[in-house]
């Protein structure tokens, strides 16, 4: 029989809910400007090269551009993404 | 990624194996569950341009996909922001209080929340004791605490003190700690590299001021324990773990990707032995007055040894040169906005009485240690050498200089700080850290009626920003 309780407080934070939408995917890679992001992580590049050749044999991409910045992205990286590319591949991750 | 999405570019993200669970916690947190990405078997790191090409080849159907097609949105994404509330409570039953204490332990070790030893029940009456001890409203968001970006207010953070063994007036030293963190920007204190990691960076807690008696917090022998010496130290520096864990969602395996772990991450809350330091104190040299209370949180990545019983101060000095000289492949590289240069020493009354008697001031010491740390160039550059893209433009030189050639290690000597600690022999300790420490922040939240904690209640948050060393990258 269960005689005795022990009333205790939630430690975890919480997290503010508003969410981010994701941003609107082309039906094809035809006529789209590829980005590749690399944020100089050991043998990130490799696999973005590789990728890029791949999308360039696949599709009739308008471009496919490499961009590297440290981590965060740097402000100028952003923005030049923003402007040049339609869709992009980051390799960012160990 | 999250950001390119933000500015309306269709993402996509290459993940290695084992860090799934990771990316989906770092989307969640980035305010975007459903970031699409690809899975490779292996990290990229360590393998041959071959083997890497060979990784992402099965995948990169995958990462076309995830360029193509719109990744289903999660219940609840879109949503409006809810209403910040008290914490809720929860209670657990048992034949008697111990019983139910153990099961309260129990089912917050399932949920990740503990460090592995028995937590201290945050019951509602040691949680609102905690919060009479700081000025600050419980729901004051102090702000978003990386990796996480949960919302770090005031009660969260005692609660999390209360676990860790805390008595109400450790609680402002402890919110003094996460105000130093969240003031500094990331570009120098890099929070959520040094929690998240594959590498086994900790936090420390460096406390200055009449604090240090008053709250009972060791800065001699045995500080960092174990023990009754140091318990202060532990369940401040413990605190501040599990703080990291539960408002800043920095999980083993899940926000904290440590490959091998360290035991400093448990705790780590050091404490400067002021009375026996010849020179002004680590506070002092920011700015503050000797009789102010202050909180500075470094981001450790290893502790070095530093015997030496010689008496005469060059030689032992040569010794912490020595210490420094170790390099990191990585403060030449250009993917790390911020600094990994920079170092501390933490010198034994012996070892600063020492060096004191022969004249060096604290610069005095920085420019030799500094002068002294020399390294060849091959050790320096070593894993750059094959991927001279990711150096950075003003190392470049050293790809083709003589690799036998001897260069400092620490380039400028405002990268090396300092403070006097622990009991009186001949042995110091050295650490290499992850940014440079935190703005140094006075503890001003106390509540007058603790009265240990802290100068007492003060009209306005002092900071500090250290006056040495304001230019960042090498």
């Known amino acids: 029989m269960m005689n005795d309780a022990l009333e205790v407080l939630n430690p975890v934070a919480d997290m503010p809910s508003e969410m981010i939408k994701s941003a609107i995917r082309p039906l094809s890679l035809d006529g789209k ?23 360039k044999a696949r599709f009739n991409v308008t471009s496919v551009k490499m961009y590297s910045s440290p981590r965060p992205v740097l402000k100028s990286v952003l923005e030049a993404v923003k402007n040049e590319c339609d869709v992009i591949v980051g390799s960012t991750g160990d | ?36 990405y690809a899975v490779v078997p292996h990290t990229f790191t360590s393998r041959t341009r071959e ?15 995830g360029m193509t097609i719109s990744p289903p949105p999660v219940p609840g994404q879109l949503g409006k922001a809810k209403e910040l509330q008290r914490a809720q409570s929860e209670t657990f039953r048992g034949l008697h209080t111990y019983d139910a204490w153990e099961k309260m332990n129990e089912a917050f070790m399932d949920r990740g929340w503990s460090d592995g030893f028995p937590l201290v029940a945050p019951t509602p009456e040691k949680v609102e004791a905690a919060l009479k001890a700081v000025t600050k409203a419980p729901l004051e968001v102090l702000g978003q605490l990386a990796p996480g970006n949960a919302l770090a207010t005031v009660e969260k953070i005692a609660i999390n003190c209360v676990m860790a063994g805390c008595l109400p007036e450790h609680v402002p030293v402890l919110v003094t700690a996460v105000e130093a963190m969240l003031k500094t920007p990331q570009s120098e204190f890099p929070i959520r590299t040094i929690a998240q990691s594959t590498g086994p960076h900790f936090f420390i807690l460096l406390i200055n001021g009449p604090v240090v008696k008053r709250l009972g917090i060791n800065s ?28 800043g ?16 991450k448990y705790s780590f809350c050091l404490a400067e032995n002021e009375d026996a330091s010849p020179w002004p104190a680590f506070h002092e040299d920011r700015g503050f007055r000797k009789d102010q209370s202050t909180v500075t949180v470094l981001g450790g990545e290893d502790v070095m040894h530093v015997k030496d019983y010689n008496s005469h101060a060059d030689e032992l000095l040569n010794t912490w040169a020595c210490a420094a000289a170790r390099p990191r492949e990585s403060q030449f590289e250009a993917r790390l906005e911020f600094t990994e240069r920079h170092c501390f020493m933490m ?9 004191a008697e022969y ?11 500094a002068a002294h740390s020399l390294a060849p160039i091959k050790w320096i550059n070593s894993e750059l050498r094959n991927r001279p893209d990711a150096i950075k433009p003003q190392w470049r030189w050293t790809l083709t ?19 006097v600690m622990g009991g009186p022999t001949g042995k110091s300790d050295f650490a290499r850290l992850m940014g440079r420490p935190t703005i140094t922040v006075e503890i001003t939240c106390a509540a007058a009626d603790t009265g240990k904690s802290g100068a007492g209640v003060v009209s306005a948050t002092q900071t500090v920003t250290d006056p040495v060393n304001c230019e960042s990258e090498v």
């Open chain 2, 249 to 264: 969602h920095s999980y083993p395996g899940n926000g904290d990707m440590d490959t091998i772990g360290t035991p400093h």
């Open chain 2, 51 to 65: 083997q890497v090409r060979a990784d992402v080849e099965p995948i990169i159907g995958e990462l076309i996909k």
């Open chain 2, 347 to 355: 010198i034994s009354p012996d070892h600063a009485r020492i060096i």
């Open chain 2, 401 to 419: 200089a003589d690799q036998e050639m001897l260069i400092p290690v620490i380039q400028d000597p405002d990268d090396i700080h300092m403070a």
């Open chain 2, 359 to 369: 004249g060096y001031s604290k610069r005095g010491i920085r420019e030799y240690v």
């Open chain 2, 220 to 247: 001699g022998m045995c500080m960092l324990g174990p023990g009754k010496p140091g318990r202060v130290n532990t369940v401040l520096g413990r605190a501040l773990r599990l703080i990291m864990m539960n408002v």
């Open chain 1, 33 to 55: 400007r590829v980005g590749l992001y690399w944020n100089y992580k050991p043998g990130g590049n490799h696999a973005l090269e590789r990728v890029g050749e791949e999308i």
């Open chain 2, 1 to 36: 990624m999250i950001e390119f999405e933000k500015a309306g570019v269709a993402s996509v993200a290459i993940v290695a194996a084992g860090f799934e669970e990771d990316t989906k916690h770092a989307a969640t947190v980035f305010n975007m569950p459903n970031l699409p």
